[in-house]
């Protein structure tokens, strides 16, 4: 059965701070999607990355990274010089190649960014 | 422009009062989904399909139907409402199953 979690229900840091929001899965396939999703304080949720198994590198994309291991089942995401505006939920979620209709999510990390 | 949009946005009905929540993508996805999400749980699943006529149950579809008559509409149906139905739902859709996911706004529904 496929898991997602987020260990850190709530992150609080100060503007200019670097933050990193964890993600542990859990999955018996050998090929599976992992995602990260936005949800600010309006509430829509927005899509930031898709990264399937076999790509294990590290993406950047301006501020945000994304750090992928295998050997420890995470997929951490970074936040470099935060900002107010990334005050959000972020999701992690875990999609199985076997039964990709079936999409679980972690349940969130609360991130507050302070001026 | 590419959107998934659900109606109402936000309801408040009465228990036992049935209630349909409508999704329509424009991006001729294949696949479609509803979740829920209740604070402190994420979002969880209640229903995918993966095309046409083609409907699976997620982690959380008991109250709940869904039917894929056409593959842009996926409505929501909740035959008799209850107090813990209330909720923020999304509906969602991707290219195919494991893509990327476009959600809808949300659909803010309370039952009492």
């Known amino acids: 059965a496929q898991k997602v979690t987020q260990a850190q229900t709530e992150i609080s840091v100060v503007e200019k701070e670097d933050v990193t929001l964890d993600c542990v899965y859990e999955?018996?396939?050998?090929?599976?999607?992992l995602f990260w999703y936005k949800q600010p304080p309006s509430g829509e949720l927005v899509f930031l990355i898709r990264?399937?198994?076999?790509?294990?590198q590290n993406e950047i994309s301006g501020r945000y990274s994304w750090n992928f291991q295998k050997s420890t089942s995470s997929f951490n995401f970074t936040i470099t010089a935060s900002q107010v505006v990334d005050s959000a939920v972020y999701f992690c979620a875990l999609s199985e190649a076997s039964n990709a209709g079936k999409s679980t999510f972690g349940d969130g990390t609360t991130l507050t960014v302070k001026p | 422009e590419a959107q998934v949009t659900q109606n109402p946005r936000y309801l408040i009905t009465v228990t036992g009062k049935k209630l349909t929540v409508t999704c329509s993508q424009n991006?001729?996805?294949?696949?479609m989904s509803w979740y829920r999400q209740d604070p402190g749980l994420g979002l969880r699943q209640i229903y995918y399909?993966?095309?046409?006529?083609?409907?699976d149950k997620g982690d959380v579809p008991e109250g709940y139907k869904v039917s894929r008559k056409e593959k842009r509409n996926f409505p929501l149906i909740l035959e008799s409402p209850s107090p813990n139905q209330t909720s923020l739902y999304f509906c969602?859709?991707?290219?195919?199953?494991?893509?990327?996911?476009?959600f809808g706004e949300g659909s803010w529904l309370t039952v009492v």
């Open positions: 999955t018996r396939d050998t090929t599976y999607y």
């Open positions: 969602a859709s991707s290219l195919v199953a494991g893509n990327t996911i476009y």
């Open positions: 399909s993966m095309n046409v006529e083609v409907t």
């Open positions: 991006m001729n996805h294949e696949y």
């Open positions: 990264r399937n198994s076999f790509d294990e």
